[in-house]
């Protein structure tokens, strides 16, 4: 993976152009605060969400919240010629799917590239940073553990999951990390 296009190394994240892609997770609700966390820092943000992700939370509150479209599909109508996946990957200088579930992990590992999250992930040439955040039994299966070997091994950065009370009311791992530790990873990126 390339590094950021800024020259400069930086732990604030004035200036950046992050792309917040959100899943299908119940944690999805924490990609608002998320992407307000980001604009409060400075950092122009985009959110690519999958139709799932739109399940758990509108596309209207991160609109609100970053003050951008958000793209939630390849086939929406677009002011260019340039394909929005590929217009994206070019300007961003990272990338933060906060939640990523099990699915857009195997999809990553495995070279899917089915809608407009996927898409972008198979585009980009700066850093990526996952938030993981599903059960227990998910996260510690072979099939995601060899997934996120696979993407550790191409250099994608991952943070979390932590361990807590999950969405079925168990408590293991498998739980999005807090706001405060991607932002904290997130600015790791630009060091």
């Not at 924490?30 to 939370?57: D, H, Q, W």
């Not at 299966?141 to 361990?163: C, H, M, W, Y």
Request: aromatic letters at 4%; a positive charge.
């Amino acid at each position: 993976m390339k590094t950021t296009k800024r020259t400069k190394s930086r732990s604030d994240l004035d200036g950046a152009d992050i792309i917040l892609g959100v899943t299908g997770s119940i944690a999805a609700y924490k990609g608002v605060a998320l992407a307000r966390e980001f604009v409060s820092a400075g950092a122009s943000v985009t959110v690519v969400m999958t139709e799932n992700a739109g399940r758990f939370v509108t596309p209207l509150s991160f609109q609100t919240v970053t003050r951008s479209a958000v793209i939630t599909s390849l086939w929406a109508a677009v002011d260019s010629y340039d394909a929005e996946h590929v217009a994206l990957a070019k300007k961003a200088d990272c990338v933060v799917v906060a939640p990523a579930t099990a699915n857009i992990i195997a999809k990553m590992a495995c070279g899917i590239a089915d809608d407009a999250l996927s898409c972008l992930l198979m585009t980009v040439k700066c850093p990526v940073l996952l938030a993981p955040a599903m059960n227990t039994g998910m996260f510690l299966s072979p099939a995601v553990q060899r997934n996120i070997k696979t993407l550790l091994d191409s250099g994608v950065n991952f943070v979390g999951p932590a361990e807590g009370r999950l969405a079925d009311g168990s408590v293991g791992v498998g739980r999005m990390s807090d706001v405060v530790e991607i932002v904290a990873a997130t600015r790791r990126l630009f060091q």
